[in-house]
């Protein structure tokens, strides 16, 4: 079974500092999440990736299959960023496994 | 992409009592399933609800205590059943796609347990 490491589990920063949350996994993945989950509990996907690098607006997201290892970068933090970001890995056809989660708190 | 509506957001339950929980998706999906996360955990896979066949049930997790319905392609239940405080948690669906791999999650479901 994958293993999910994130890091940092909490984080606090400053709006509009760069923000980095870190994934690694020990097994080879068909496809990587990262998600938002906000206070009442909802989860929203944020992106999928299988390589390379995806943005949405502030968001960034990279992988690098060989090391077994994602990112999501967040630029100019808001605090409405304010969530816990999940990452969840998929082996072919078998049900996600997730991470923890990194709690972001971005203060004024 | 997939809409998922997922009742109710929250509820205070006695001990003893039952929980069910209902997901309703705006289009037909092959297989959906359900997640228990604890307070400060990660989600856990309870179970995998195919439409027409019984659930598979994660180790750990036993059909008496979550029984899980599937009606159709579009709509999944989930009891939690003989409720205590350490059944308190945050309980979502969630659905795959045939040939879409991006997860789609309900708002969740927030249960305390009195």
């Known amino acids: 079974k994958n293993e999910v490491e994130q890091s940092p589990q909490n984080l606090t920063a400053q709006e509009g500092e760069f923000i980095t949350i870190n994934c690694s996994y020990s097994?080879?993945?068909?496809?990587l999440h990262w998600l938002q989950q906000h206070p009442g509990g909802g989860i929203v996907s944020l992106f999928m990736?299988?390589?390379g690098k995806k943005k949405h607006g502030r968001l960034i997201a990279t992988i690098n299959i060989q090391e077994k290892h994602s990112s999501l970068h967040i630029t100019a933090s808001h605090p409405r960023d304010s969530a816990v970001y999940i990452c969840?890995?998929?082996?072919?056809?078998?049900?996600?496994?997730f991470g923890k989660g990194t709690r972001l708190s971005v203060i004024a | 992409s997939a809409v998922i509506s997922q009742k109710p957001s929250r509820d205070i339950c006695q001990r003893g009592t039952s929980l069910t929980i209902q997901c309703q998706v705006d289009s037909q999906v092959t297989m959906m399933f359900w997640y228990r996360q604890q307070p400060g955990q990660s989600l856990t896979l309870i179970a995998t609800?195919?439409?027409?066949?019984?659930?598979?049930?994660e180790s750990g997790f036993v059909i008496d205590k979550f029984p899980i319905s599937r009606p159709n392609l579009t709509f999944s239940t989930l009891t939690v059943s003989n409720l205590s405080p350490e059944d308190s948690s945050i309980y979502l669906c969630?659905?795959?796609?045939?040939?879409?791999?991006?997860?789609?999650f309900g708002q969740g479901t927030r249960l305390t347990v009195v």
């Open positions: 990736l299988s390589s």
């Open positions: 969630s659905v795959d796609r045939t040939g879409v791999t991006e997860a789609f």
């Open positions: 969840a890995v998929r082996s072919g056809n078998t049900p996600l496994v």
């Open positions: 097994v080879g993945i068909s496809a």
């Open positions: 609800a195919n439409q027409g066949s019984e659930a598979t049930y």
